[in-house]
């Protein structure tokens, strides 16, 4: 069951409707268990600092940040939530929508993707296609064939003990957590290029995301590893990254 607010108040059908003709700007989501949220003080940060943009409408951080702690500190249980900043045409403003709804089923088993170009209009068949063919999920590359990120999470490969995350303009923020903590850890943890030639390089590769850490075994018809042991490391990180009360 979702549930929606607008501004911390409850959306009613007028707010809903305006929202599907909205231009949505900063998007973030996380994972809340009763009332508390890995790195949250990271999520309002983009938040915040997307609401400052000169170029458009702007909002109140302050009000940003009471209507997420709001909502997450009124539910209990375990939620995924989305949080949008959009604006409506004639507004002065932006809004604040957050919605949650219960988390879905973590999947445990190895992942498959299928590797993709990151541009033009086609990704979104792009990914259901992958789908369709039994992939979990696509890994996207740049023009140049610089491997990025997968929609589903952030990628990061093994190479001899070091954990290597592709270079990306916008890191996820549990991505931001994982790295800070094997750096805490003293697990050896850097930000490189990577092309797809690359990964034949690598021992295993992984998703990090909302859910924590799933093991890749493949991407196209290279096989990495299903070994899920080879991430023993990275999940003890994972699950040391603290939770913080809204």
């Known amino acids: 069951m979702h549930t929606i607010e607008i501004d911390g108040m ?26 508390r949220v890995r790195g949250l003080d990271l999520h309002l940060t983009r938040l915040a600092r997307a609401s400052r943009d000169p170029l458009g409408p702007g909002v109140d951080p302050d009000m940003i940040e009471q209507a997420v702690r709001a909502f997450v500190r009124s539910r209990g249980g375990t939620l995924l939530v989305r949080v949008e900043l959009f604006h409506v045409s004639g507004d002065a403003a932006e809004r604040v929508l957050v919605m949650g709804r219960e988390a879905p089923p973590v999947t445990d088993r190895p992942l498959r993707l299928r590797a993709v170009p990151s541009t033009g209009p086609a990704l979104g068949f792009d990914r259901r296609h992958a789908l369709a063919a039994g992939y979990d999920d696509v890994l996207l590359h740049d023009p140049g064939g610089t491997v990025s990120e997968c929609p589903s999470g952030a990628i990061g490969f093994l190479a001899r003990g070091r954990v290597i995350w592709p270079q990306t303009r916008a890191p996820g923020v549990e991505r931001q957590l994982l790295h800070d903590q094997l750096r805490a850890d003293g697990t050896p943890s850097a930000v490189l290029p990577v092309r797809p030639d690359d990964l034949r390089l690598f021992d295993a590769g992984f998703l990090v995301g909302n859910h924590g850490v799933s093991l890749v075994e493949a991407v196209d018809d290279l096989t990495l590893t299903d070994d899920e042991t080879s991430l023993t490391a990275v999940r003890d990180a994972f699950a040391r990254i603290p939770w913080q009360d809204a």
């Open 10 to 35: 409850p959306a009613d059908l007028g707010l809903l409707e305006e929202r599907l003709t909205a231009e949505v700007g900063q998007v973030t989501t996380f994972l809340a268990s009763d009332g």
